[in-house]
């Protein structure tokens, strides 16, 4: 079993920047590849980034350059930085965890462990 705990989210001026934390308890994440999904209300859950267990990494095309996905395995943590932050990134923002192959990472039901999610709020 693997918990996973979001933090860092808020509301933030379009421009502005946050960073998301997503701390893992139970097992080490290295074992693990790591993605963040968001959901906006009305729609469905969609991938934003993934960090593989080597560390390449991947990123939703709306996202690239905006935000950059980041782990540190010594302190069981996932991050997502997210710059120059626009109105339609506002969504709860999920953290999870896959076990299969690198191929599945874009892939919400590939992956086993979500954390509770945390609301980012982009204000115009």
């Known amino acids: 079993q693997v918990q996973l705990v979001e933090s860092g989210g808020g509301l933030v001026q379009v421009g502005g920047s946050l960073r998301l934390s997503c701390v893992a308890s139970?097992?080490?994440?290295?074992?693990?590849?790591m993605g963040w999904f968001r959901q906006a209300p009305g729609k469905e859950r969609e991938f934003v980034a993934a960090?593989?267990?080597?560390?390449?990494?991947f990123y939703k095309d709306s996202v690239k350059g905006r935000f950059t996905i980041s782990r540190d395995n010594a302190k069981n943590t996932v991050y997502l930085q997210m710059d120059s932050l626009k109105p339609e990134d506002t969504a709860v923002y999920y953290c999870a965890a896959n076990s299969a192959v690198l191929s599945t990472v874009t892939m919400a039901n590939m992956y086993t462990y979500w954390g509770q999610g945390t609301q980012v709020t982009v204000s115009s």
């Open positions: 960090i593989g267990r080597s560390g390449g990494t």
């Open positions: 139970g097992r080490t994440l290295r074992s693990y590849n």
